[in-house]
């Protein structure tokens, strides 16, 4: 199976002590197997898809301590823990004996490490259950082979091999070395573990990984990284992004105690995609004395092309574009003759701004080059983009950079993003020592990818009986790609796919139009992305048509859902794009729609009583490829203050490895769309972010959270393919709470944020 | 020269005295359990004891440390078993975990001055510290379960 080099270098090292990393050992080219799975996913369409050779992922200690390799990069998913949790109970170790080591930027060797579209246990659950199964394998033939006995006579359980007949044992430390030199096994010839019998998946019984380490902080995050001899620096950048420096005095900063260096730092120009946006750079012996050095930095800039971007006219420009046709990007029916004959016609308009990612841990990287050769240790979601990205800017090759891979101190889509890293690489180079960048709050909420703004207008036409017959959705918004091409007007297939041209509803004449929408600032990805408009309008929508007509929210929902299928969108969507999977594993499944609308609403208890000045709201949608129902209990006071008694959310995410984590990303998702709903917003004024801090950028805080927050996680067995559960908890929150609001007060919210609008309710 | 008590043991700085407390434990010492996350005071995550009273050490200066006995998230307790850091496990309470260390140290010296507090109590004290990723509701549970003997 590996050639006598691989072989001999895994003898000494793969399935041997800890001291050597895995990571080490494969230093000839890998004989990667790639992952059959028995769903087909889009995993294989990534960069570099999936890897399930046991002897990149495993190693087994003479004491037993099994380590295995987490390839996705931590940022509170919990993706460290529940992958190799996979593995150990696929390969029957025991979780008390694992220890779980961060892979460096390496695709090739570890298969693809973005750490983004709530992907992983989508596309690594088969090929961690792959791995497990042939390590298990492997064991369990070299303790046939150590006793002599038929391989069918032997099982491994607990950490040991058993010999069925003589009840005779050997644990898997003392395996290691036999079990190395073991092939391993064909694939096709792996026996996976009966659902009924695994340990650990399913269950949600194990705390996270870093949990001792972050309660008693010891967790390594990318701010917490220390080399010798490392300088601080802090950088002042452009006030408008595609902006420069035309000139600057450092003589004030080099005055400040602790202050050493002055530095240019190089930008690119518009759009400048993931490279630094340029600036001044203050190099210091503490971080402290950098930001005050930057403090006392005098520097002329050149505003660039973007100097006029505000928000008020912006967003005036967006509803204008709403109001006219765009590019069709969906069509069934003929919606203009079908609106011509409705009965009535309802228009909703709806708006939502610009977002900050505000990850509590800013973006901050460490960097070391010397001699052609590039290290840095950050807390990247693309570790390998990172890598290739430093590569191109230094001129070397990626084979001379190494991308260590920290926590995250939350992620959220800015740290797929590597600017910052880039930074710390060419500083380093400059200063000719190891330097760690550090992005101050103010820095990360004015030179954020921030989240796009969007214009979102749907008019829905009904017939005498109160049904619709007719959708139109035009949604505009600065598209993600215009970071990467300058001119780019139009959404990419990826975001028309978030919610405006997937509608799954059964209404005869539907049209999606995507009028243009140019870009001022970079527009990146965040949480959930897209989905957060489209589902906020379309939700709202369904919620304004029920009041228009008289009916109960829900009933109305699961009439526009309409009966149990799969909603086959394909013919009237060009390049229809279902979160990079093949729609055959993953389809339109209207009949899950339902069912979490059904779940949610029994365990939530739709339609309960409620005090007055509360209301309930429910909102639902399916992203990355997941479903999810939220019911939004809210009680509005005179004066306009919010509270929420109860959150209740059902997802459908398939199969699932890790129920706990399932839980807190859907309790956390309520926090993030409670902030998005009743602050979130970053406007531009002469180009220049006008929020800077916590202070005016606000984010939920723990005495405005729900009281009770339920999730409902909808069992499957192990035929439904894994979906996403990182993202898709946010979408449905805001609308629920709006529809809540509306139930509560009669005050529609068709604006985010909230802010003082409930202040004249 | 100002010398502070960090975890017990005494330190000297000769250089800024405007200095933020925060880059000095985490720079300058190497303690890099308490978290920048905001400058200003705003979100919490930098947060010590000082004199066992939660502060921001963002905004706390060298020259406002002087003489004074400062706790960072590594001092807590030695084995890092303090009924807060204890319950913080049993409640599985961290996502990203990056705010965590403030959230612990403002929640231990909220009960160490009150040892019982109500559900409005803590979400009164706990409301200084952010959590990006949501987990106030673990938080909260956490709290009480420490109080109530984790």
């Given at each position: 199976m590996f050639d006598n080099r691989i072989e001999n270098v895994s003898r000494r090292g793969v399935l041997r002590g800890l001291g050597v990393t895995a990571g080490l050992v494969l230093a000839v080219p890998v004989m990667s197997r790639r992952g059959m799975a028995a769903y087909s996913t889009g995993a294989d369409k990534m960069p570099h898809g999936t890897v399930n050779d046991p002897k990149v992922f495993v190693s087994i200690a003479p004491d037993g301590v099994v380590t295995i390799i987490a390839a996705r990069s931590e940022m509170g998913t919990g993706v460290r823990t529940s992958l190799p949790m996979i593995v150990a109970d696929e390969m029957e170790a025991n979780w008390e004996m694992v220890k779980v080591q961060q892979a460096p930027g390496d695709e090739v060797k570890y298969?693809?490490?973005?750490?983004?579209?709530?992907r992983s246990t989508r596309h690594f659950l088969i090929p961690m259950r792959q791995i497990g199964a042939s390590a298990r394998t492997m064991l369990e033939a070299a303790a046939a082979k150590r006793w002599n006995?038929?391989?069918?006579?032997v099982k491994a359980a607990h950490h040991e091999v058993i010999?069925?007949?003589?009840?005779q044992k050997l644990g898997y430390g003392d395996l290691a070395d036999d079990a190395a030199a073991q092939p391993v096994p064909d694939v096709a010839t792996l026996r996976l573990k009966d659902p009924k019998d695994f340990r650990y998946m399913g269950k949600g019984q194990i705390g996270i990984v870093d949990l001792h380490d972050i309660t008693t902080g010891r967790a390594m995050y990318g701010i917490d990284t220390r080399l010798p001899g490392m300088k601080y620096a802090v950088i002042a950048r452009p006030p408008v992004t595609g902006g420069k420096v035309v000139s600057f005095d450092p003589s004030d900063a080099l005055k400040v105690s602790g202050v050493e260096q002055v530095i240019q730092v190089q930008g690119w120009p518009w759009p400048s995609k993931f490279q630094p946006l340029g600036g001044v750079a203050v190099i210091a012996r503490n971080t402290g004395a950098a930001i005050k050095g930057r403090d006392a930095l005098k520097i002329v800039w050149d505003d660039g092309p973007n100097a006029s971007y505000d928000s008020v006219a912006y967003r005036k420009e967006l509803e204008d574009a709403s109001r006219k046709p765009g590019e069709v990007v969906r069509n069934n029916g003929d919606v203009d003759s079908a609106m011509k004959s409705a009965a009535k016609v309802i228009v909703g308009e709806y708006y939502l701004p610009h977002l900050a990612h505000?990850?509590?841990?800013?973006p901050v990287a460490t960097a070391q080059v010397a001699d052609g050769k590039a290290e840095v240790w950050a807390p990247v979601q693309s570790p390998q983009g990172t890598r290739d990205d430093i590569a191109k800017t230094l001129g070397i090759s990626p084979e001379n950079v190494t991308v260590n891979v920290t926590l995250l101190g939350g992620g959220f889509g800015r740290k797929s993003k590597c600017d910052f890293v880039l930074e710390a690489v060419l500083l380093s180079k400059a200063v000719g020592a190891p330097v760690k960048v550090q992005w101050t709050r103010e820095d990360d909420i004015h030179n954020d990818f921030v989240h796009t703004v969007s214009a979102e207008r749907i008019e829905a036409g009904l017939d005498k009986s109160g049904k619709v017959i007719a959708w139109r959705h035009r949604s505009v918004a600065p598209t993600i790609m215009s970071t990467f091409a300058a001119g780019a007007k139009h959404q990419a297939p990826f975001e028309l796919g978030m919610g405006l041209v997937d509608l799954p509803f059964d209404i005869p004449n539907i049209r999606c139009e995507n009028p243009e929408a140019a870009a001022y600032t970079r527009i990146g990805w965040f949480r959930s992305v897209s989905n957060i408009p489209r589902a906020f309008a379309v939700q709202t929508m369904v919620a304004e048509i029920a009041h228009a007509t008289g009916r109960d929210q829900k009933e109305m929902l699961l009439e526009l859902i309409g009966p149990a299928r799969i909603v086959d969108i394909g013919p009237t969507v060009k390049d229809f794009w279902d979160y990079g999977e093949p729609v055959g594993s993953y389809p339109i499944d209207a009949g899950r729609l339902r069912r979490v609308v059904e779940l949610v609403a029994e365990r939530g208890q739709w339609g309960r009583q409620v005090p007055k000045g509360h209301g309930l709201g429910i909102a639902v949608h399916r992203s990355f490829v997941s479903y999810i129902a939220t019911i939004v209990e809210v009680a509005v006071d005179g004066k306009g203050k919010l509270t929420i008694p109860r959150v209740d959310t059902a997802i459908d995410c398939g199969t699932f490895v890790n129920p706990e984590r399932i839980q807190s990303q859907v309790e956390g998702a309520a926090i993030m769309g409670l902030s998005l709903a009743k602050y979130g917003e970053i406007t531009f004024k002469n180009g220049r972010v006008v929020q800077k801090n916590f202070d005016d950028f606000k984010l939920a805080r723990i005495d405005e959270g729900p009281m009770v927050t339920n999730i409902h996680i909808m069992p499957n067995g192990p035929d439904v393919p894994p979906s996403g559960a990182g993202e898709p908890g946010l979408p449905p929150f805001a609308p629920a709470l709006c529809n809540a609001i509306f139930a509560a007060t009669g005050k529609r919210i068709r604006s985010l944020p909230i802010g003082k609008q409930l202040q004249s309710a | 020269m100002i010398t502070l008590v960090v975890n017990g043991r005494e330190q000297h700085w000769d250089g800024?005295?405007?200095?933020?407390l925060l880059w000095f434990i985490r720079d300058e010492m190497g303690l890099t359990g308490t978290k920048f996350g905001c400058g200003h005071g705003f979100c919490g995550s930098c947060t010590v004891h000082l004199e066992g009273i939660a502060v921001r050490s963002c905004s706390t200066t060298l020259a406002e440390a002087a003489g004074k006995r400062i706790t960072t998230i590594e001092g807590l307790d030695p084995a890092g078993n303090h009924p807060v850091q204890k319950a913080w496990r049993e409640v599985n309470?961290?996502?990203?975990?990056?705010c965590q260390s403030g959230q612990i140290m403002q929640a231990s010296s909220l009960i160490a001055r009150n040892p019982h507090p109500s559900h409005e109590e803590i979400r009164e004290a706990m409301a200084g510290n952010i959590c990006r990723c949501g987990c106030y509701q673990r938080i909260e549970t956490a709290v009480h379960l420490a109080t109530t003997g984790a």
């Amino acid at each position: 199976m590996f050639d006598n080099r691989i072989e001999n270098v895994s003898r000494r090292g793969v399935l041997r002590g800890l001291g050597v990393t895995a990571g080490l050992v494969l230093a000839v080219p890998v004989m990667s197997r790639r992952g059959m799975a028995a769903y087909s996913t889009g995993a294989d369409k990534m960069p570099h898809g999936t890897v399930n050779d046991p002897k990149v992922f495993v190693s087994i200690a003479p004491d037993g301590v099994v380590t295995i390799i987490a390839a996705r990069s931590e940022m509170g998913t919990g993706v460290r823990t529940s992958l190799p949790m996979i593995v150990a109970d696929e390969m029957e170790a025991n979780w008390e004996m694992v220890k779980v080591q961060q892979a460096p930027g390496d695709e090739v060797k570890y298969g693809n490490q973005d750490t983004d579209g709530s992907r992983s246990t989508r596309h690594f659950l088969i090929p961690m259950r792959q791995i497990g199964a042939s390590a298990r394998t492997m064991l369990e033939a070299a303790a046939a082979k150590r006793w002599n006995v038929p391989v069918s006579e032997v099982k491994a359980a607990h950490h040991e091999v058993i010999h069925v007949g003589s009840g005779q044992k050997l644990g898997y430390g003392d395996l290691a070395d036999d079990a190395a030199a073991q092939p391993v096994p064909d694939v096709a010839t792996l026996r996976l573990k009966d659902p009924k019998d695994f340990r650990y998946m399913g269950k949600g019984q194990i705390g996270i990984v870093d949990l001792h380490d972050i309660t008693t902080g010891r967790a390594m995050y990318g701010i917490d990284t220390r080399l010798p001899g490392m300088k601080y620096a802090v950088i002042a950048r452009p006030p408008v992004t595609g902006g420069k420096v035309v000139s600057f005095d450092p003589s004030d900063a080099l005055k400040v105690s602790g202050v050493e260096q002055v530095i240019q730092v190089q930008g690119w120009p518009w759009p400048s995609k993931f490279q630094p946006l340029g600036g001044v750079a203050v190099i210091a012996r503490n971080t402290g004395a950098a930001i005050k050095g930057r403090d006392a930095l005098k520097i002329v800039w050149d505003d660039g092309p973007n100097a006029s971007y505000d928000s008020v006219a912006y967003r005036k420009e967006l509803e204008d574009a709403s109001r006219k046709p765009g590019e069709v990007v969906r069509n069934n029916g003929d919606v203009d003759s079908a609106m011509k004959s409705a009965a009535k016609v309802i228009v909703g308009e709806y708006y939502l701004p610009h977002l900050a990612h505000a990850s509590m841990e800013t973006p901050v990287a460490t960097a070391q080059v010397a001699d052609g050769k590039a290290e840095v240790w950050a807390p990247v979601q693309s570790p390998q983009g990172t890598r290739d990205d430093i590569a191109k800017t230094l001129g070397i090759s990626p084979e001379n950079v190494t991308v260590n891979v920290t926590l995250l101190g939350g992620g959220f889509g800015r740290k797929s993003k590597c600017d910052f890293v880039l930074e710390a690489v060419l500083l380093s180079k400059a200063v000719g020592a190891p330097v760690k960048v550090q992005w101050t709050r103010e820095d990360d909420i004015h030179n954020d990818f921030v989240h796009t703004v969007s214009a979102e207008r749907i008019e829905a036409g009904l017939d005498k009986s109160g049904k619709v017959i007719a959708w139109r959705h035009r949604s505009v918004a600065p598209t993600i790609m215009s970071t990467f091409a300058a001119g780019a007007k139009h959404q990419a297939p990826f975001e028309l796919g978030m919610g405006l041209v997937d509608l799954p509803f059964d209404i005869p004449n539907i049209r999606c139009e995507n009028p243009e929408a140019a870009a001022y600032t970079r527009i990146g990805w965040f949480r959930s992305v897209s989905n957060i408009p489209r589902a906020f309008a379309v939700q709202t929508m369904v919620a304004e048509i029920a009041h228009a007509t008289g009916r109960d929210q829900k009933e109305m929902l699961l009439e526009l859902i309409g009966p149990a299928r799969i909603v086959d969108i394909g013919p009237t969507v060009k390049d229809f794009w279902d979160y990079g999977e093949p729609v055959g594993s993953y389809p339109i499944d209207a009949g899950r729609l339902r069912r979490v609308v059904e779940l949610v609403a029994e365990r939530g208890q739709w339609g309960r009583q409620v005090p007055k000045g509360h209301g309930l709201g429910i909102a639902v949608h399916r992203s990355f490829v997941s479903y999810i129902a939220t019911i939004v209990e809210v009680a509005v006071d005179g004066k306009g203050k919010l509270t929420i008694p109860r959150v209740d959310t059902a997802i459908d995410c398939g199969t699932f490895v890790n129920p706990e984590r399932i839980q807190s990303q859907v309790e956390g998702a309520a926090i993030m769309g409670l902030s998005l709903a009743k602050y979130g917003e970053i406007t531009f004024k002469n180009g220049r972010v006008v929020q800077k801090n916590f202070d005016d950028f606000k984010l939920a805080r723990i005495d405005e959270g729900p009281m009770v927050t339920n999730i409902h996680i909808m069992p499957n067995g192990p035929d439904v393919p894994p979906s996403g559960a990182g993202e898709p908890g946010l979408p449905p929150f805001a609308p629920a709470l709006c529809n809540a609001i509306f139930a509560a007060t009669g005050k529609r919210i068709r604006s985010l944020p909230i802010g003082k609008q409930l202040q004249s309710a | 020269m100002i010398t502070l008590v960090v975890n017990g043991r005494e330190q000297h700085w000769d250089g800024d005295p405007s200095l933020p407390l925060l880059w000095f434990i985490r720079d300058e010492m190497g303690l890099t359990g308490t978290k920048f996350g905001c400058g200003h005071g705003f979100c919490g995550s930098c947060t010590v004891h000082l004199e066992g009273i939660a502060v921001r050490s963002c905004s706390t200066t060298l020259a406002e440390a002087a003489g004074k006995r400062i706790t960072t998230i590594e001092g807590l307790d030695p084995a890092g078993n303090h009924p807060v850091q204890k319950a913080w496990r049993e409640v599985n309470v961290p996502q990203c975990g990056y705010c965590q260390s403030g959230q612990i140290m403002q929640a231990s010296s909220l009960i160490a001055r009150n040892p019982h507090p109500s559900h409005e109590e803590i979400r009164e004290a706990m409301a200084g510290n952010i959590c990006r990723c949501g987990c106030y509701q673990r938080i909260e549970t956490a709290v009480h379960l420490a109080t109530t003997g984790a």
